[in-house]
């Protein structure tokens, strides 16, 4: 795609220099004092909106993913191309479980980004562990509409957040680095 | 009232994962947006940004081949491509304060954390419009100017030497946009 030069004024210091290019975006902001009832972020909403039927099926792919991800890793062993992609999976079910309306599963998902991230040998990740972070993620998104979904949901995470974390502060003896970002 | 003319600008959305590019271009054609280009990893988003020359990219951090961080870095290289200063918007699950500075440090413009809103995502939108910060260049760092803005109250130490500018000029730099015609 063709390109133009635009003009940038720098101002040269002792280390350091500061640019500040030209803003050829400026020209697509407008003050429109009569713009009515035009809202750019309640249009996005709705089309956000009509696109939700699809979110449950989404989430089921979600959920298919970080459990093929998990087999692939218990049936051959962890390797780094394992490891990144459970860690992937679980990365974004944790970013999109609240945008497809299940909240209550991005908290499992990302203790078990936890688990993955912090243990420093990844052969040291204990399988048992894995499993039943991927199960719960899976038992809570199939069994959402119960009415004590959402606190079973936070009975479980805060378990399995628990014993993530003791296991990943015994784990980070010596780097108090870490077990501060562990310990948030 | 403020309206931005979302018609005429051209986004580039990165990210692997395929729900989350349709709902970022839900968003963006919601707003108005006709051109919204899409990228599925760090490689072919580089490609894409070479080829389409995007207003404002929105890239998602953890990606294939290579991440929306080191996207950024690429990007940022005002010696060798066409239009360093762009605006990225980094849109990830990682809210820690520590990849907060990481995305900071590769020059990243705006960070916006997941799950995602319009509200958010229009929000930095037109952040990145109406007050770009000033870029800066250092022999370590080439990206928008870290801090956020000048405080009146700092009292620690100015860690960037000299005060005065020693020398103001206005040139022609390496940054390009895409012409009209």
């Known amino acids: 795609m063709p390109v133009k030069k635009v003009k940038a004024a720098i101002a040269t210091y002792g280390d350091h220099e500061v640019i500040r290019p030209e803003n050829g975006l400026r020209g697509y902001a407008s003050d429109v004092p009569d713009a009515g009832e035009d809202d750019a972020v309640a249009r996005a909403e709705a089309a956000l909106a009509d696109l939700s039927g699809e979110f449950g099926n989404w989430m089921d792919d979600e959920c298919e993913r970080l459990d093929k991800a998990r087999n692939a890793l218990v049936d051959r062993g962890i390797s780094e191309s394992s490891k990144m992609a459970l860690f992937h999976a679980a990365h974004d079910i944790k970013g999109q479980a609240a945008t497809f309306g299940f909240p209550a599963v991005a908290a499992v998902a990302d203790s078990l980004c936890r688990l993955i991230e912090f243990t420093p040998l990844m052969q040291r990740i204990p399988l048992t562990l894995v499993n039943q972070h991927v199960d719960a993620v899976r038992a809570i998104h199939r069994e959402y509409s119960r009415s004590d979904a959402i606190d079973l949901a936070a009975q479980l995470n805060r378990k399995l957040r628990d014993v993530t974390d003791h296991f990943l502060i015994e784990e980070n003896k010596g780097r108090p680095d870490v077990i501060e970002q562990i310990k948030g | ?181």
């Open chain 2, 1 to 181: 009232m403020l309206r931005i003319d979302f018609n005429s600008l051209r986004f580039l959305v990165v990210d692997d994962n395929a729900h989350m590019r349709r709902i970022l271009r839900t968003l963006l054609h919601g707003f108005g947006a006709r051109e919204v280009y899409e990228a599925e990893d760090g490689a072919s988003g580089l490609e894409a940004f070479n080829h389409f020359v995007p207003d404002i990219i929105i890239t998602d951090w953890a990606m294939p081949i290579f991440s929306g961080l080191e996207l950024t870095q690429m990007i940022r290289q005002p010696d060798g491509n066409a239009t360093p200063y762009v605006p990225i918007i980094m849109m990830t699950g990682h809210s820690e304060k520590r990849r907060v500075t990481a995305a900071r440090d590769a020059g990243v413009t705006e960070f916006l954390a997941k799950p995602v809103s319009a509200k958010g995502l229009y929000e930095r939108i037109v952040n990145v419009i109406l007050n770009p910060r000033p870029f800066i260049r250092t022999k370590t760092y080439f990206g928008p100017d870290r801090r956020r803005g000048a405080s009146s109250t700092y009292a620690g130490p100015e860690r960037r030497k000299a005060s005065k500018a020693d020398a103001i000029k206005n040139s022609i730099v390496s940054d390009k946009v895409r012409s009209t015609g």
